[in-house]
T-cell receptor, first 112, second 112 residues
Framework: NAGVTQTPKFQVLKTGQSMTLQCAQDMNHNSMYWYRQDPGMGLRLIYYSASEGTTDKGEVPNGYNVSRLNKREFSLRLESAAPSQTSVYFC???????????FGQGTRLTVV | KQEVTQIPAALSVPEGENLVLNCSFTDSAIYNLQWFRQDPGKGLTSLLLIQSSQREQTSGRLNASLDKSSGRSTLYIAASQPGDSATYLCAVTHSGNTPLVFGKGTRLSVIA
């Protein structure tokens, strides 16, 4: 029962470095999402992909790019990491937008 | 813009007590509402999903109600146990086919 798998689970970056967070789901879902969770801020949507081949900005897209590689995989890229991007990142998927969402275990990212 | 508010932010109760967590949303044109549980350092686990046409959903000791017209939902936990200690998050999707918008959560502690 893999569900939604995120890699890595933990990462420390230096300011200015780049990295890609990986997400894969095995539920044959059409829609995938990236959220960030910060203390006192709740979960905020970064980007989402309603279906393979489409991506849309969420509430906080600045400093991020995404790629819907295929139906299973949706990656999040930080081109030049900043301390403000220190957060816990969650990937999620659902059969379609608006339907029940399933979340991965998160990636804890620290930018120093 | 949809805003979701959860009150209280934190709650501590003795074991065995029945309790209610509150969620309110500003735009009543929702498609569904989901309650999640998050344990410290972990991902989100879906507890209950209520469609906009439904009034309540039940799962074991959990009962979620929805009053769409007043923009409110409650999560009722019966006979609370220390294992119920976690953060509970409420999230809604809009009828306009947009992803989940989250509240900031209620951190529950059940004291043995």
């Amino acid at each position: 029962n893999a569900g939604v798998t995120q890699t890595p689970k933990f990462q420390v970056l230096k300011t200015g470095q780049s990295m890609t967070l990986q997400c894969a789901q095995d539920m044959n879902h059409n829609s995938m999402y990236w959220y960030r969770q910060d203390p006192g801020m709740g979960l905020r949507l970064i980007y989402y992909s309603a279906s393979e081949g489409t991506t849309d900005k969420g509430e906080v897209p600045n400093g991020y790019n995404v790629s819907r590689l295929n139906k299973r995989e949706f990656s999040l890229r930080l081109e030049s990491a900043a301390p403000s991007q220190t957060s816990v990142y969650f990937c999620a998927s659902s059969e379609r937008v608006r339907l029940a969402a399933f979340f991965g275990q998160g990636t804890r990212l620290t930018v120093v | 813009k949809q805003e979701v508010t959860q009150i209280p932010a934190a709650l501590s109760v003795p074991e065995g007590e029945n309790l209610v967590l509150n969620c309110s949303f500003t735009d009543s044109a929702i498609y569904n509402l989901q309650w999640f549980r998050q344990d410290p350092g972990k991902g989100l686990t879906s507890l209950l999903l209520i469609q906009s046409s439904q009034r309540e959903q039940t799962s074991g000791r959990l009962n979620a109600s929805l009053d769409k017209s007043s923009g409110r939902s409650t999560l009722y936990i019966a006979a609370s146990q220390p294992g119920d200690s976690a953060t509970y998050l409420c999230a809604v999707t809009h009828s306009g086919n947009t992803p989940l918008v989250f509240g900031k959560g209620t951190r529950l502690s059940v004291i043995a």
